[in-house]
C-alpha cells in the first residue's frame, strides 16, 4: 500500500501546460484504468476533475486531461489559469485494497 | 441537494475511541458503496475504508486494520466509522466520500470532513 509517486510541485506561466505525473505500479496505476484525478484547494473537500484516466466529468474545463503509458498516469492542464493554483491528487484502484492516493503535486501559476 | 455531512469530530487522547458519522442526503444512499479517506495536517490524502451498499465487504488500509471499524445504516442514510485505540498519527481531516455508481473506481463526491485530534 505505498503512495503513489507525484512530483512535489510544478509551476508554469498563465496559458502554459503543465503536465503531473503519478508513477505506481503494475498492482495499481499499471494494471488497471481506473485512475483518477483530484483537485483540492486550500482548507476544501477535494474535487473530482478526471475518472477511468481519461474521462472528465460534467462541469470540468477541457483543458484538463489525463493519460496513461504502463506504471504511470499523467494529468495536463492545457492554457493554465489563476485558478488552477492548488493541490492535485491521483488515485488508482488497486485491486484488494482498493484504492491509493499519490503523494500530491502544489501548482503553482507563476 | 446531494451532499454529504460528517460530525463526530474532536479532541481524544492517545488509545482513546470516537465515533465518525456521515449524514448523506439527495441521492439513493443505499445504492452507493462508501469510504472514508483521511488528511493529516500538511499532508496528503490517504484511503481509509471502504463499505460495500448492503455492508456485504468491508475494507481496511494496513494502518487502521485491527482499530477501526466501518458500518452503515441504509435505513437512516448515515455511514460511521468507530475509531478506537486512537493514536498521534491519525490525526486528520476525515473525509467521507461516495464511489461512483457502476462497476468505477473513483469518488464523485465529497464532504467537508471532520477534524479529528489525537493528542495529551
Known amino acids: 500500500q505505498s503512495a503513489l509517486t507525484q512530483p512535489r510541485s510544478v509551476s508554469g506561466s498563465p496559458g502554459q501546460s503543465v503536465t503531473i505525473s503519478c508513477t505506481g505500479t503494475?498492482?495499481?496505476?499499471?494494471?488497471?484504468?481506473?485512475v483518477s484525478w483530484y483537485q483540492q484547494h486550500p482548507g476544501k473537500a477535494p474535487k473530482l476533475i478526471i475518472y477511468?484516466?481519461?474521462k472528465r466529468p460534467s462541469g470540468v474545463p477541457d483543458r484538463f486531461s489525463g493519460s496513461k503509458s504502463g506504471n504511470t498516469a499523467s494529468l495536463t492542464i492545457s492554457g493554465l489559469q489563476a485558478e488552477d493554483e492548488t493541490d492535485y491528487y491521483c488515485?488508482?484502484?488497486?485491486?484488494?485494497?482498493?484504492?491509493?492516493f499519490g503523494t500530491g503535486t502544489k501548482v503553482t501559476v507563476l | 441537494e446531494v451532499q454529504l455531512v460528517e460530525s463526530g469530530g474532536g479532541l481524544v487522547k492517545p488509545g482513546g475511541s470516537l465515533r465518525l458519522s456521515c449524514a448523506a442526503s439527495g441521492f439513493t444512499f443505499s445504492t452507493y458503496s462508501m469510504d472514508w479517506v483521511r488528511q493529516a495536517p500538511g499532508k496528503g490524502l490517504e484511503w481509509v475504508s471502504s463499505i460495500s451498499s448492503t455492508s456485504s465487504y468491508m475494507f481496511y488500509a494496513d494502518s487502521v486494520k485491527g482499530r477501526f471499524t466501518i458500518s452503515r445504516d441504509n435505513a437512516k442514510n448515515s455511514l460511521f466509522l468507530q475509531m478506537n485505540s486512537l493514536r498521534d498519527e491519525d490525526t486528520a481531516v476525515y473525509y467521507c466520500?461516495?464511489?461512483?455508481?457502476?462497476?468505477?473506481?473513483?469518488?464523485?463526491?465529497w464532504g467537508r470532513g471532520t477534524l479529528v485530534t489525537v493528542s495529551s
Open positions: 477511468d484516466v481519461s
Open positions: 488515485c488508482s484502484y488497486a485491486g484488494t485494497y482498493p484504492y491509493v
Open positions: 466520500a461516495r464511489e461512483s455508481s457502476g462497476a468505477n473506481w473513483y469518488f464523485d463526491l
Open positions: 503494475s498492482s495499481d496505476v499499471g494494471g488497471y484504468n481506473y
